[in-house]
Nanobody
Framework: QVQVAESGGGLVQAGGSLRLSCLAS????????MGWFRQAPGKQREVVAC????????YYRDSVKGRFTVSRDNAKNALYLQMNSLKAEDTAMYYC????????????????????WGQGTQVTVSS
């Protein structure tokens, strides 16, 4: 059974940094894309960043470009999100997701493209 678990959230002042980690386990497949999504209170869940299995495909939503960096370690089945220069509008529950579709050079930007999700880790940025 595939399990996905996030960690690293917390409370930070505006301008500060956090590093989120996501560990996946139980996979019987390879070549899976992974992504970070977030959901703020009263808003829809939105993609933040994603990375393909190969690492040569990345995506960032415009509002985090230049501030957030996604990376992964396939040997550890891990995905990371380094978040710098945090803003109050980054406050949300952050979710890690895994796509078992088997495409090594693809990562999706839509929720429907992911079939395994973690429980989320809360990020709160105080202004």
């Amino acid at each position: 059974q595939v399990q996905v678990a996030e960690s690293g959230g917390g409370l930070v002042q505006a301008g500060g940094s956090l590093r989120l980690s996501c560990l996946a386990s139980g996979m019987t497949f390879g070549d899976y894309g992974m992504g970070w999504f977030r959901q703020a209170p009263g808003k829809q869940r939105e993609v933040v960043a994603c990375m393909s299995w190969s690492g040569n495909k990345e995506y960032y939503r415009d509002s985090v470009k230049g501030r957030f960096t996604v990376s992964r370690d396939n040997a550890k089945n891990a995905l990371y999100l380094q978040m710098n220069s945090l803003k109050a509008e980054d406050t949300a529950m952050y979710y890690c997701a895994l796509d078992s579709g088997g495409y090594s050079h693809f990562c999706g930007q839509l929720e429907a493209e992911y079939n395994y999700w973690g429980q989320g880790t809360q990020v709160t940025v105080s202004s």
